[in-house]
């Protein structure tokens, strides 16, 4: 019969299904990864950006904002909107003073003093952060479930490796033959 193919079926289904299991092995290895890090970036930054405010007197850095710039909605740290500000940032032992951009400031805080923990070798300004044990549980718990949920999407697409060796089959010694 002609257009048949020996399987009984419609020649062009065979490219269909073809065309169906390269889309969903895309969709397995690029579009999945890409939104698991997504996701993932954004539990991890909302924790992360969270800052404790401590008392002025007793602060080591105070860091006071001039300008924010807003980010997003989609980015490095994941999905949602963020900002990016310049700070002056000054010690209080010696009122020396240094310009930095940080991302845990608001424009709400422009003209505000804020206090600073720290500044690092990079003249980062590091802020005494609230919740991070919390938003690296919560990330974990994400690590775990996105994990299942990329082998239940891409384990019918894998690659098959090595194929298994047929095991030989035992026959029992005839009863009646020495």
């Not at 169906?20 to 290895?29: E, Q």
């Not at 969270?50 to 980015?75: F, H, I, M, N, S």
Request: hydrophobic residues 40%.
């Amino acid at each position: 019969m002609a257009g048949v193919e020996e399987g009984g079926g419609n020649p062009e289904e065979g490219g269909g299904r073809r065309l169906r299991r390269r889309l969903h092995r895309v969709f397995a290895f690029l579009v999945v990864p890409a939104l698991g890090y997504l996701i993932g970036a954004t539990i991890f930054f909302h924790f992360y950006d969270r800052v404790e405010t401590g008392d002025l007197a007793k602060a080591g850095y105070t860091a006071v904002a001039t300008a924010c710039q807003e980010r997003g909605p989609v980015t490095y740290k994941g999905f949602g909107y963020w900002h990016r500000c310049d700070v002056t940032v000054t010690r209080t032992a010696d009122r020396r003073t240094l310009t930095a951009d940080v991302s845990f400031l608001e424009p709400a805080d422009i003209g505000r003093t804020t206090w600073a923990v720290g500044v690092d070798r990079r003249s980062r300004v590091q802020p005494e952060r609230s919740s991070p044990g919390l938003g690296m549980v919560c990330l974990m718990a994400f690590g775990v479930l996105w994990l299942l949920v990329f082998i239940r999407i891409a384990g019918p697409v894998m690659p098959e490796g090595r194929r298994r060796r047929r095991m030989p089959i035992r026959y029992r010694r005839p009863e009646g033959a020495d």
